[in-house]
């Protein structure tokens, strides 16, 4: 079984930073994709950013320039750095890991518990 372990989030004021980690546990034997999603209230949950591994990091057009995605490999982590945060911005934000658990042959999505990212001044 694969986990997801978020942290960070919290309120912070319009045009201030934040800074979500996510940490995979488990029985691992790779994680093609690490990501974030974010979801609003009554909405589905959205793409916020997104890193293969060895790729290009893959940004939703409205975070594009203020967001940044970092994973580390050997760790099985990645972080979201949120720069010029907008009240709009304010959801609940996902981990979510595309992984192969030991033995499978196989990717599944994990997703991890959530995260509230609230921007209000």
């Known amino acids: 079984q694969v986990h997801l372990v978020e942290s960070g989030g919290g309120l912070v004021q319009p045009g201030g ?4 980690s996510c940490a995979a ?3 691992i034997q790779s994680i093609p994709t690490m990501g974030w999603y974010r979801q609003f209230p009554g909405k589905q949950r959205e793409l916020v950013a997104s890193l293969t591994t060895g790729g290009s990091p893959n940004y939703a057009a409205s975070v ?5 995605i970092s994973r580390d490999n050997a760790k099985n982590t990645t ?3 949120m720069n010029s945060l907008k009240v709009e911005d304010t959801a609940v934000y ?6 192969v658990p030991v033995g499978a ?3 599944y999505p ?3 518990q959530g995260t ?3 921007v209000s001044s």
């Open 25 to 27: 546990a488990g029985s």
């Open 116 to 118: 509230q990212v609230t």
């Open 79 to 81: 972080t979201l750095q």
């Open 94 to 99: 996902y981990c979510y890991g595309g992984a």
């Open 17 to 20: 930073s934040l800074k979500l």
């Open 64 to 68: 594009q320039g203020r967001f940044s």
């Open 110 to 112: 994990y997703w991890g």
């Open 105 to 107: 042959r196989f990717v």
